[in-house]
């Protein structure tokens, strides 16, 4: 089985930073792409960043300029640096991942609680 495993959540305040990490483990011939998702209370998932396994990224507008997505491929994790962080990027936020066949794994989810 594979589990994507999340750290670096909590609570900040606005203008503050958090820095979240994605380590995938279990039995994984390749991942490609990977990237982070976020809900927030009564509203749709939505993609937050995304990156290749070359390292071209993709990110949201609401959060271009103030988040940076970065992956270690030889240690399976993804990261998000989130700066700036204002009280609409509060939410539970998604690790994600693509392996081989294209399976999508999914991580349980960290919560992120901006205050203003």
């Known amino acids: 089985q594979v589990q994507l495993v999340e750290s670096g959540g909590g609570l900040v305040q606005a203008g503050g930073s958090l820095r979240l990490s994605c380590a995938a483990s279990?039995?994984?011939?390749?991942?490609?792409?990977m990237g982070w998702h976020r809900q927030a209370p009564g509203k749709q998932r939505e993609l937050v960043a995304a990156?290749?396994?070359?390292?071209?990224?993709n990110y949201t507008d609401s959060v271009k300029g103030r988040f940076t997505i970065s992956r270690d491929n030889a240690k399976n994790t993804v990261y998000l640096q989130m700066n700036s962080l204002k009280p609409e990027d509060t939410a539970v936020y998604y690790c994600?991942?693509?392996?081989?066949?294209?399976?999508?794994?999914w991580g349980q989810g960290t919560q992120v609680t901006v205050s203003s």
């Open positions: 990156i290749t396994r070359g390292g071209s990224t």
């Open positions: 279990g039995i994984i011939f390749r991942i490609n792409d």
């Open positions: 994600n991942a693509v392996g081989s066949y294209s399976r999508r794994y």
